[in-house]
Antibody, heavy 120, light 107 residues
Framework: EVQLLESGGGLVQPGGSLRLSCAAS????????MSWVRQAPGKGLDWVST????????YYADSVKGRFTISRDNSKNTLYLQMNSLRVEDTAVYYC?????????????WGQGTLVTVSS | EIVMTQSPATLSVSPGERATLSCRAS??????LAWYQQKPGQSPRLLIY???TRATGIPARLSGSGSGTEYTLTISSLQSEDFAVYYC?????????FGGGTKVEIK
């Protein structure tokens, strides 16, 4: 059974940093692209970043480029998101998601999410 | 960036009726289009990818169609578990983008 378990969320002041983790199990982690998708309270889904499975390619939304860094440790089956220079508008539930079927980045499994609140 | 526009924002439907949800892309996404369902307090669930391929475990009453810039999710006979918010997502180009969602509510 595929499981994705996020952790590391919490309350942080504007300008602060957090590192999110996503522990994966039940599939061959190293062979799949993994992503972070966020959802602000009461709002829709917003893609944040993707780390490819077949190479070291990374992709970012413009809104987080230069502030967030995605990484993965295939030996630990864990995906990370280092978030620096946090802004109030980064407040959201952050989900990690596994690449689904077919070509390209759709998401067939999602974690339960971890809440990041940026507030003074 | 490809903008995804979903309509309507809210759809009121009686159980057993048919629901048709629309998703329009600002440029062609070449059927690289997925649909997700999200219920309150839950994570999104993949329903459809490749515009028309049902994900594992998704019942046949849900179907996807479309091409180019216009896509549709159809629920042929709404069941109680289908009342939720539905999002489309394009994965043809970076950045990946989602539509704003359609809420399917009980009429």
């Amino acid at each position: 059974e595929v499981q994705l378990l996020e952790s590391g969320g919490g309350l942080v002041q504007p300008g602060g940093s957090l590192r999110l983790s996503c522990a994966a199990s039940g599939f061959s982690f190293s062979t799949y692209a993994m992503s972070w998708v966020r959802q602000a309270p009461g709002k829709g889904l917003d893609w944040v970043s993707t780390f490819s499975g077949s190479s070291d390619s990374t992709y970012y939304a413009d809104s987080v480029k230069g502030r967030f860094t995605i990484s993965r440790d295939n030996s630990k089956n864990t995906l990370y998101l280092q978030m620096n220079s946090l802004r109030v508008e980064d407040t959201a539930v952050y989900y990690c998601a596994k690449k689904g079927g077919g070509y390209g980045e759709n998401f067939d499994y999602w974690g339960q999410g971890t809440l990041v609140t940026v507030s003074s | 960036e490809i903008v995804m526009t979903q309509s309507p924002a809210t759809l009121s439907v009686s159980p057993g009726e048919r629901a048709t949800l629309s998703c329009r892309a600002s440029e062609s996404v070449s059927s690289n289009l997925a649909w997700y369902q999200q219920k309150p307090g839950q994570s999104p669930r993949l329903l459809i990818y490749g515009a028309s391929t049902r994900a594992t475990g998704i019942p046949a009453r849900l179907s996807g169609s479309g091409s180019g810039t216009e896509y549709t999710l159809t629920i042929s006979s709404l069941q109680s578990e289908d009342f939720a918010v539905y999002y489309c997502q394009q994965y043809n180009n970076w950045p990946l983008t989602f539509g704003g969602g359609t809420k399917v509510e009980i009429k």
